[in-house]
């Protein structure tokens, strides 16, 4: 089993739908989570953090249930600039201390 | 300017030709990884440095090496390159357990092809 696992997609989307990714991890000492964006031949950028309680950057929601293992994110009004890969990161508890694991990504394409 | 810099941004070379990949940041973290990206598999870490003294292999080191010749600067290196080592490899930093900062800023890329 991945240490973290996402639905590749594509999610192919409306202007305007809104849409939400899930993605599972396998480690349960886990502490930080993150959700970064990545476009096509680019970098990844940090999108956001995700914190226990839930947490809402203008039209991004994310939102993490240790109990399940689970991390979401969600897209409201979804712009055409919104489509990128979307990956899933979350930190692997270790001697060396907290080091990354990257889902493979989901790719989200927004359409007029 | 970029915090976080590559050269060179794309290279071209034949099998068994050694190349070095340069990193630099201007972010003033003490840590440092290079990963390579290949379609369908996502972000591979290769190696990473704590600090100037303090170097480690990440899950797939065969055939790579590095240098941190400062806190600034990592550097990757392949000794005799291999056809299958054509990727998109990126450098990142973080900031790490004395900062607090886990989340990593990834520099621009090099899209290596080994023909």
Redesign the interface.
Known sequence: RKEVEQDPGPFNVPEGATVAFNCTYSNSASQ?F?WYRQDC??????LM?VYSSGNEDGRFTAQLNRASQYISLLIRDSKLSDSATY?C?V?RPNN?????T????TRLMVKP | DADVTQTPRNRITKTGKRIMLECSQTKGHDRMYWYRQDPGLGLRLIYYSFDVKDINKGEISDGYSVSRQAQAKFSLSLESAIPNQTALYFCATSGGQTSGIYEQYFGPGTRLTVT
Do not use: D, W
């Open positions: 930080s993150f031949r680019k970098e990844p950028k940090l953090s990956l990161v930190t060396a201390g907290n080091m990354l990257f889902g493979g990504g």
